[in-house]
C-alpha cells in the first residue's frame, strides 16, 4: 500500500512539473532592440508624446487619452523598432511585456510576449475574465472568454491568475487592410507556453483583436491607410497619424 502511495505521489510530482514547465517555457521571437530602435521609431511617427507609457494597450483600449492633428506619413518600421516602440509603451501599467514582433513577409508575423498582472486586473474590472471550460482544458488548451458574476469565487479567480500571469504568449498570423479606416486579422497559431490552444479560442482571440484595433483606426482618431503591408523585416505604413497623443497619467 505504502508502495502504491509513493507512485502515486510520485506521478503527482512529475504531472506537476511537467505543467509548470510546459506553461512557463514556450516560443520566443528572436528579435533584440534598445533605445536607439525606440527613438528612431517614435521620431518616425511624427507623434508629440509627453510619456510613452502614457499610451500602453490599456490606456488605448478604455480609451483613456485625447488626439489632436493630424500628420501625412510613408514610413516602414523594422522589427526592432517595433518591438521597442511596444515594448516600452507598456513598460509600466501595461497588460503585457517582453513584447517582441517579427515580420516575415506576405503579411505574414510573428510575436511573443508575456501577460501581466495588469492585464488580470483589465479584464476583472471590465467584467471579463478567462474562464477554464473544464478542469482538464484548464491545464490544456481551451479557454473562453465569458461575462463574471458572483458566482466566480475567489478561489477560480486565483487559479486562473496562476495560470494567465506572466506566463508566455506567441503568435503568428496576417495583418491586412480592409478600408481605409479597419484591418483584418487571421491568426494561425496561438500558445500559452508550449500549450496550442483551439480553434474556438483563437477565433474568439481574433474577433478581439480586430475590434480593438479597428476601434482605434477611427477617422476622429487621425488615422486613415493608405499602403499597409507586411515586408520581410520590416512592416511599411502609409497614411495618417495622429499629431499629438495624450494619455493617462502613470503613478509609479
Known sequence: MKK???????????????????????TKVDVTYNTTDFNSALTKTSIVIDDIKEINLITLAQKDFVVSGTNTVDISFSNEEMSALIDMANQSGGPISDFKVAFLGNNEGELSFKLTDQFLNFIKEENMIYVPTSTFSAISNSYLFASTSNSITDTVVNFITNIAA???????GTLTKTSEHSVTVHISSLKVGQIPLSNEVISKVESEVVKFVNALLSESNGFSIEELRIENGAIYYKGTLPSEIKGKKIID
Open 4 to 26: 502504491v502511495l509513493l507512485g502515486v505521489l510520485l506521478f503527482i510530482i512529475i504531472a506537476g512539473i511537467g505543467i509548470y514547465v510546459t506553461l512557463n517555457t514556450g
Open 166 to 172: 506572466n506566463k508566455p504568449i506567441y503568435a503568428k
